[in-house]
């Protein structure tokens, strides 16, 4: 993998074939070393993820989305994001959640993809504990309905409780199933829905500030529609799937196209892993 931008010496071969001083995986030694287009560490990826600092000017909590399109703008083959994704895209995808306190997702991408709980991985852990975070993110199901297996691992059986966003309005023998597994209800609106603003604040809440969300399309909209998304992650795959799939955001439009701003560009194969964030 390479970075294209910001651009810097590394986006091209240095005549010894190493990274130029600062360039991820430059131990500051003596020539030699990796060409730039090489496997970064998890480390590294960390590093080029990172969640602003706090006090870096960036108050209260920090959204940030990762998304998987085609170059027609299919989030998905088949119901599925992962044909249309790379084990690079899942390593991103691991970090990203490695970096996270919380994974917000809806539930109908737990329904169709099948969630399970998210992972302690021995690579972050160090980082998560300096960070002040559990071993692993919690898991935080977006749904009106309820409507979920509320005996798969993903409730049963978390290292971190699985919370449940909803509204007030939500069945209450759906609720009692839910917390009956284990899971945490969480209220995020007035009415059966959940206020995407809510949403986030009841998060920061409970503590959880570095937010990720998974999507699917259709909640992303809503976070877009709030204006509540401040990054979003987005792996462009070279690969065109034709068809009628969602794209990454769906729902109303807006009424004015929200512009964000590229931070960060990496290619690998072909894949382009971008980074941009709310002006
Ligand atoms: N390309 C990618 O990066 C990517 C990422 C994620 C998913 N996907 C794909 O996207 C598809 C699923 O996405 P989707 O857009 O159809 O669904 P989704 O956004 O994952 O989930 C929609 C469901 O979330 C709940 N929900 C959404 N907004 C809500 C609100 N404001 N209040 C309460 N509940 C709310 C509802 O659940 P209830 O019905 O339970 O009320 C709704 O049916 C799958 O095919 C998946 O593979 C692709």
């Known amino acids: 993998m390479r970075r294209l931008f910001p651009v810097t010496d590394q986006t091209v071969t ?3 074939g190493g990274p130029p001083p600062g360039a991820p995986g430059e131990g500051g030694g003596e020539g030699g070393g990796a060409a730039p287009d090489r496997e970064w560490s998890l480390d590294e990826l960390a590093d080029a993820y990172a969640y602003p ?6 108050p209260g909590p920090w959204l940030r989305a990762n998304m998987v ?8 083959h088949d119901g599925r994001s992962q044909p249309i994704s790379t084990a690079t895209d899942m390593r991103i995808f691991g970090t990203l959640r490695g970096l996270a306190d919380v994974v917000v997702v809806g539930a109908e991408t737990v329904r169709l993809e099948g969630y399970r709980p998210a992972r302690a991985r021995a690579e972050f852990a160090a980082r998560r504990e300096a960070a002040g975070q559990g071993p692993a993110p919690a898991v935080a199901v ?19 409780p699985t919370l449940i966003l909803t509204g007030a309005a939500a069945a209450p023998d759906r609720v009692a199933a839910a917390e009956k597994a284990g899971a945490r209800v969480v209220i995020a609106g007035d009415g059966m829905g959940v206020e995407p603003d809510r949403a986030v604040r009841a998060l920061a809440e409970l503590g959880h500030t570095r937010l990720l ?20 992650c987005l792996t462009v795959s070279p690969m065109l799937a034709v068809g009628d ?13 929200r512009r964000f701003a590229l931070v960060s560009l990496l290619e690998e194969e072909g894949f382009l892993f971008s980074r941009y964030r709310r002006p």
Do not use: K, M, N
Request: glycine share 14%.
């Open 14 to 16: 240095t005549d010894s």
């Open 69 to 76: 399109s085609t170059l027609d703008g299919a989030a998905q």
């Open 53 to 58: 600092e706090p006090g870096s000017g960036e």
């Open 245 to 257: 799939a969602q794209r990454i955001a769906g729902g109303p439009s807006v009424a004015v196209p």
């Open 142 to 160: 977006v749904t009106a309905s309820l409507d979920l297996d509320f005996s798969l691992p993903l409730f049963t059986s978390p290292l971190v």
């Open 213 to 232: 969300t998974e999507g699917g399309p259709r909640l992303l909209g809503q976070f877009v529609a709030a204006g509540v998304l401040d990054e979003l």
